[in-house]
T-cell receptor, first 111, second 114 residues
C-alpha cells in the first residue's frame, strides 16, 4: 500500500527566506503528484500538479520537483511571505483513481 | 474561476441519524470523489464516481455509506446511521476529462456526531 511521508512536520521561517518542503512515497508507480495548501479549518487549494513523466513544475514563487525513481518530491517556496503560512500537503495518484495524502508540513512565516 | 461547492459547511447530528452531504462539482468535470479528514489526521480517500457508478472505494466506505448523482449537477454522500467516529471534515473533489487531471477540492463539510 502506498505510504506518503512529509518532513518536517512543522517549519518556522522569517519572512523573505527561501524554503524547501519534502515529500516521499513508497511506491514509485504513480501517475502524478499534486501539492496542496490547506488553511486552518478550510479546504484544499491545488498548487501544482506534476505528471509522472515530468521533472518539475513552476507557478510564481513555487517550484515543485519530482524524482519518481527515488520516490521523492520537493516544494520550493521562494521569498516567503506571512501569507504563505498554511499546511502544505502532497498527494500521489497511483493506478487507482484516487489520491494518497501525506501528513502535511505546517509552515509559519514570521513577519 | 469555476469551483467545487459543498453544503452545509457544518452539520451536527445525533448518533444513529442519517446525514446527506451535498456537493456541486465543477460543471464540465467527469470524475467525482469524496475524501474525509479526521481532526489532526491525514486526508483519506472514500470513494470515486465516474459515468454514474462507483469506480473505486476504500475500506472506510462500507455499507453505511452511499453516493449518488441525482441530477446533472449535484453529487451527494449519504451516511445511513452515523457513528461518533464519523465526525470529520468531508471533502468533495472533481476532475475533468482525464483521470490524471488536477483534482479540485471543495471547502468541506464539518460533520459532528454527538
Amino acid at each position: 500500500k502506498q505510504e506518503v511521508t512529509q518532513i518536517p512536520a512543522a517549519l518556522s521561517v522569517p519572512e523573505g527566506e527561501n524554503l524547501v518542503l519534502n515529500c516521499s512515497f513508497t511506491d514509485s508507480a504513480i501517475y502524478n503528484l499534486q501539492w496542496f495548501r490547506q488553511d486552518p479549518g478550510k479546504g484544499l487549494t491545488s498548487l501544482l500538479l506534476i505528471q509522472s513523466s515530468q521533472r518539475e513544475q513552476t507557478s510564481g514563487r513555487l517550484n515543485a520537483s519530482l524524482d519518481k525513481s527515488s520516490g521523492r518530491s520537493t516544494l520550493y517556496i521562494a521569498a516567503s511571505q506571512p501569507g504563505d503560512s498554511a499546511t502544505y500537503l502532497c498527494a500521489v495518484r497511483t493506478g487507482a483513481n484516487n489520491l494518497f495524502f501525506g501528513t502535511g508540513t505546517r509552515l509559519t512565516v514570521i513577519p | 474561476e469555476p469551483e467545487v461547492t459543498q453544503t452545509p459547511s457544518h452539520q451536527v447530528t445525533q448518533m444513529g441519524q442519517e446525514v446527506i452531504l451535498r456537493c456541486v462539482p465543477i460543471s464540465n468535470h467527469l470524475y467525482f470523489y469524496w475524501y474525509r479528514q479526521i481532526l489532526g489526521q491525514k486526508v483519506e480517500f472514500l470513494v470515486s464516481f465516474y459515468n454514474n457508478e462507483i469506480s473505486e472505494k476504500s475500506e472506510i466506505f462500507d455499507d453505511q455509506f452511499s453516493v449518488e448523482r441525482p441530477d446533472g449537477s449535484n453529487f451527494t454522500l449519504k451516511i445511513r446511521s452515523t457513528k461518533l467516529e464519523d465526525s470529520a471534515m468531508y471533502f468533495c473533489a472533481s476532475n475533468g476529462h482525464k483521470v490524471t487531471d488536477t483534482q479540485y477540492f471543495g471547502p468541506g463539510t464539518r460533520l459532528t456526531v454527538l
